[in-house]
């Protein structure tokens, strides 16, 4: 969401750089009209990407029909979301905050009616949503749930981030949601160092992680083993080796560097 310098300024957050150590700090958001043109800019940018996208997803629908594919379900989301400002980010970091996990979730075609949900979900359910809608049976090895299961309980969602560091370490932090109610923090420490209660704090200013209150203790207790069962490989990892023309392939979609 929208965070402005009135929301902001002069407020005391607790900011964790879940990389590393816990700091506080007083945010006090520059006024500069350079920065705020400079933010302005970017997000013209990221709108105008946004349009460009819509407009080729259209031709897609149009394809589609014109095609008669009546059973066939299109899906629409994302893998992550920009930063504008918020807590000094701009593109999108190493962080788990709602400006850059909070994405879209679009499904349709098929029998699928109209509708909408604010149940909690999580990019791992599209597989096992997708393997639903055709009829595919799946086993245990599956993470997540299919969106369309009426008969399963009211879920939790994860999000994930990892950052590598030198000598091969890495850190992974989380967001757990239940409800509204979120938490953040560090998997390698076994415990939460965020909480939020998003129908009341959207902007996650307000850290109730040591404010007293039941809840964050409840909900990681609850979904502790869920977390770590959703970050183990389902299949034991294998090398493959790829051909020149696939090697190229990628080349052309920007892997591997220069």
Same mark, same amino acid.
């Given at each position: 969401? *929208?965070?402005?310098?009135? @929301?902001? #300024?002069?407020?005391?957050?607790?900011?964790?750089?879940?990389? $590393?150590? @816990?700091?506080?700090? =007083?945010? #006090?958001?520059?006024?500069?009209?350079?920065?705020? $043109?400079?933010?302005? +800019?970017?997000? %013209?940018?990221?709108? !105008?990407?946004?349009?460009?996208?819509? %407009? $080729?997803?259209?031709?897609?629908?149009?394809?589609?029909?014109?095609?008669? @594919?009546?059973?066939?379900?299109? /899906?629409?989301?994302?893998?992550?979301?920009?930063?504008?400002?918020?807590?000094?980010?701009?593109?999108?970091?190493?962080?788990?905050?709602?400006?850059?996990?909070?994405?879209?979730?679009?499904? !349709?075609? !098929?029998?699928?009616? +109209?509708?909408?949900?604010?149940?909690?979900?999580?990019?791992?359910?599209?597989?096992?949503?997708?393997?639903?809608?055709?009829?595919?049976? =799946? *086993?245990?090895?599956?993470?997540? &749930?299919?969106?369309?299961?009426?008969?399963? +309980?009211?879920?939790?969602?994860?999000?994930? %981030?990892?950052?590598?560091?030198?000598?091969?370490?890495? =850190?992974?932090?989380?967001?757990?949601?239940?409800?509204?109610?979120?938490? #953040?923090?560090?998997?390698? *420490?076994?415990?939460?160092?965020?909480?939020?209660?998003?129908?009341? *704090?959207?902007?996650? /200013?307000?850290?109730?992680?040591?404010?007293?209150?039941?809840?964050? $203790?409840?909900?990681?207790?609850?979904?502790?083993?869920?977390? &770590?069962?959703?970050?183990?490989?389902?299949?034991?990892?294998? +090398?493959?080796?790829?051909?020149? =023309?696939?090697?190229?392939?990628?080349?052309? @979609? !920007?892997?591997?560097?220069?």
């Amino acid at each position: 969401g *929208d965070v402005s310098a009135e @929301m902001l #300024q002069a407020r005391r957050l607790a900011r964790i750089d879940l990389h $590393g150590s @816990m700091q506080t700090e =007083t945010i #006090q958001l520059r006024a500069d009209s350079d920065v705020a $043109g400079a933010q302005d +800019s970017f997000l %013209k940018l990221y709108q !105008g990407g946004a349009a460009d996208l819509d %407009k $080729g997803f259209g031709k897609l629908l149009r394809l589609i029909e014109a095609a008669d @594919m009546e059973s066939a379900i299109v /899906l629409l989301t994302s893998d992550h979301g920009e930063s504008f400002g918020e807590r000094w980010v701009l593109y999108h970091d190493n962080n788990v905050y709602e400006e850059e996990v909070h994405v879209p979730l679009i499904i !349709g075609g !098929g029998k699928i009616g +109209s509708g909408s949900s604010s149940s909690a979900a999580s990019l791992v359910d599209i597989p096992t949503t997708l393997a639903h809608l055709a009829g595919i049976d =799946t *086993d245990d090895s599956w993470v997540g &749930r299919s969106l369309f299961d009426e008969s399963a +309980s009211e879920p939790c969602a994860f999000s994930f %981030k990892r950052q590598a560091h030198s000598k091969g370490k890495t =850190t992974s932090i989380f967001a757990l949601y239940e409800g509204a109610r979120k938490l #953040q923090g560090k998997l390698e *420490d076994g415990t939460f160092l965020l909480a939020f209660d998003l129908a009341e *704090d959207p902007n996650e /200013l307000d850290n109730l992680a040591e404010s007293g209150v039941s809840w964050p $203790g409840e909900i990681y207790a609850r979904w502790d083993e869920s977390l &770590r069962e959703a970050v183990r490989l389902g299949t034991p990892p294998k +090398s493959i080796v790829l051909s020149e =023309t696939e090697l190229e392939g990628l080349r052309a @979609m !920007g892997y591997f560097g220069d």
